[in-house]
């Protein structure tokens, strides 16, 4: 049965050129005549890569610091002990640990958004990996998650540091900033984002690499974007 859109819906589907492959300059200016809700809407862009995950040397995943961050606040949490512990509290991280966040962690209270830790605690973490993982707050090393330099990881985490892991499927989904950010803010995310995957492109990937690229809202139909365009951005 086909799915029925909303009034509210098809009236931003009106707003759209349908078949029409969209420029990045052009998207980032459309998507802000799509918002319809009463909230900060994040915009949020989704990439089908020509790879298959289910080969480790086919896998995607990383993470980019954004230039005008998420337009979200986010709390950190950060497994350490001793002078590192000390670092992490004063670079910002709201919740500092080690056995005791890890129990508190086991009785279901999980209260931050992005999860660090140093090397020597992944002994520990790793007891609660079916907790944190399903959630996506598992440190790695990846992205810079699992390191000694806790300073900077808290700092990015802060600044507006975005995960990124392709799915299944081969389709990466990621927040690049808010409806209240300039199309100019918008296109600058969305370039270092876009760059970041470009340098991950993996050796053993054949044919073409970003095969679908789409820019849309929480609550919006979304713009189909030009895909030579995409793996044309470097940085």
């Known amino acids: 049965m086909a799915k029925k859109h909303s009034k509210r819906y098809r009236a931003l589907l009106e707003k759209i050129e349908q078949g029409k492959i969209y420029s990045v300059e052009e998207a980032v200016e459309k998507i802000k005549e799509l918002k319809s809700a009463k909230f900060d809407e994040t915009v949020e862009l989704a990439l089908r890569l020509g790879v298959d995950p289910r080969h480790a040397d ?19 949490a950060v497994f350490a002990k001793g002078t590192k512990a000390d670092e992490a509290k004063e670079c910002g991280a709201d919740i500092v640990g080690a056995e005791d966040l890890i129990e508190e962690i086991q009785n279901g209270k999980i209260d931050f958004d992005i999860a660090i830790a140093t090397p020597d605690m992944m002994g520990l973490v790793g007891k609660i990996g079916r907790i944190l993982g399903p959630k996506g707050l598992m440190p790695n090393p990846k992205t810079g998650t699992v390191t000694m330099d ?10 507006g540091q975005v995960n990124f892991r392709v799915d299944k499927k081969g389709n990466i989904h990621a927040g690049i900033g808010k409806v209240s950010f300039s199309p100019q803010q918008l296109r600058e995310n969305l370039e270092a ?3 970041q995957i470009n340098k991950m492109k993996p050796a053993a990937a054949k044919g073409r ?13 979304a713009l189909e974007l030009d895909t030579q365009e995409l793996m044309d951005m470097k940085g």
């Not at 970003?210 to 820019?215: E, S, V, Y």
């Open 58 to 76: 086919q896998m995607v995943r990383g993470s980019v610091v954004l230039p005008h961050g998420t337009g979200k606040s986010v709390r950190v």
């Open 150 to 159: 806790v300073c900077k990881a808290v700092k990015n985490a802060k600044a």
């Open 193 to 195: 984002f876009v760059a």
């Open 209 to 221: 690499y970003i095969r679908h690229g789409a820019l849309s809202l929480t609550m919006s139909p």
